[in-house]
């Protein structure tokens, strides 16, 4: 199994402003890429850090013993990280989306290129991607392409869905990767054809987008004053939802009308620190393709 390389890291630890006896919430924990460099910056920094998946969290034990008593590792989702995480903190760092470990286990159901069941899962949520494709209405299905995959083709691969599962229920991923590649065969320079499907999916069982904007208000009552909060995101979905936020929370909301300035509807509760987001280096881009559509966005808790 290839190990997760972690992206854009410099640049999202430097963001947090790490400081001495700083405590720090790294809620995506994964193989511990980003917890492990915040824990070596300083010595005297104590970092909480969050997965929802099980795997993730048995893998990182040996970690929590490297840097004891500095790291508290905690299995849950980042949504819920006001209840998880017991003190306010100075600095939190989300990095999400799924990590290589998961991408490259068959057996997790994410990958549309290699066979395993159709499940993708990240943690205990209830439906898998085969309960989706298997028992949801063809508008419903296509709803969620659309929504979630930003899929043109949606209400035809709903309607091939339906039609496909009438004879037999979609037990594997190469199942589904068929059908769609049936439907629009793979044209050359393009992305696969599969791609905005599997990602649909991905995002619905796992609620990824609530999870993310519960994420952002739970941060705004964990951070101190200074506090910061740095969200590297892969996709537009994702990162609309924390531009967005960052530009309510700080007094930038555009105006409808382009020529008036933002509505600044409340006193604002962060400063924004990155008016554009951060993007990977040429470098790190050709080491990592993964790090291509890789956005870090930050800003700064006001008191
Ligand atoms: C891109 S990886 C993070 C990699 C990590 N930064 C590193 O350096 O190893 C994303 C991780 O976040 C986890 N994750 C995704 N959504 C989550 C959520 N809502 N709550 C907690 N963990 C989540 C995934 O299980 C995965 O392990």
């Known amino acids: 199994m290839s190990r997760h390389i ?11 402003r790490i400081q001495d006896n700083g405590v720090y919430v790294d809620g995506t924990f994964g193989a511990g890429g980003y917890t492990s460099f915040i824990l070596e910056q300083n010595p005297t920094v104590h970092v909480y850090a969050l997965d929802r998946d099980e795997t993730a969290i ?11 008593p500095r790291l508290h590792l ?11 995480i017991p003190e306010s903190v100075d600095g939190i760092v989300l990095d999400i989306g799924v990590s290589s470990m998961q991408i490259d286990t068959p057996e997790r159901g994410f990958s549309f290129q290699k066979d ?16 989706i494709v298997n028992t949801f209405k063809e508008n419903e299905l296509a709803d969620i392409l659309f929504q979630y995959g930003e899929e043109k083709k949606s209400r035809l691969i709903a309607k ?21 590649h049936g439907c629009m065969p793979h044209k050359e320079g393009e992305i696969d054809s599969a791609t905005r499907t599997f990602q649909a999916l991905r995002i619905y069982v796992n609620d990824e987008l609530g999870e993310l904007e519960r994420a952002l208000i739970a941060a705004k009552s964990l951070l101190k004053p200074a506090g910061i909060l740095a969200v590297v995101s892969f996709h537009s979905l994702e990162d609309r939802i924390v531009k967005r936020f960052f530009q309510e929370q700080s007094g930038h909301t555009p105006n409808t009308n382009k020529h008036l ?21 040429l470098e790190e881009k050709n080491a990592n393709p993964r790090s291509r559509s890789a956005k870090l966005r930050v800003a700064r808790r006001l008191a």
């Open 160 to 180: 091939k869905i339906i039609e496909r599962r009438k004879e037999k229920p979609f037990k594997t991923t190469l199942d589904l990767a068929q059908l769609i």
């Open 58 to 68: 048995s893998a990182g034990r040996a970690l929590v013993k490297k840097y004891a």
């Open 74 to 84: 905690i299995h849950g989702c980042f949504g819920d990280m006001s209840e998880l």
């Open 6 to 16: 972690p992206v854009l890291l410099k640049e999202a630890v430097a963001a947090l």
């Open 261 to 281: 300035p933002p509505v600044q509807k409340e006193k604002p509760s962060f400063e924004l620190l990155t008016k554009k987001p951060v993007t990977a280096t």
């Open 116 to 131: 395993g069941p159709l499940d993708m899962r990240m943690g205990q949520t209830r439906l898998t991607a085969a309960d």
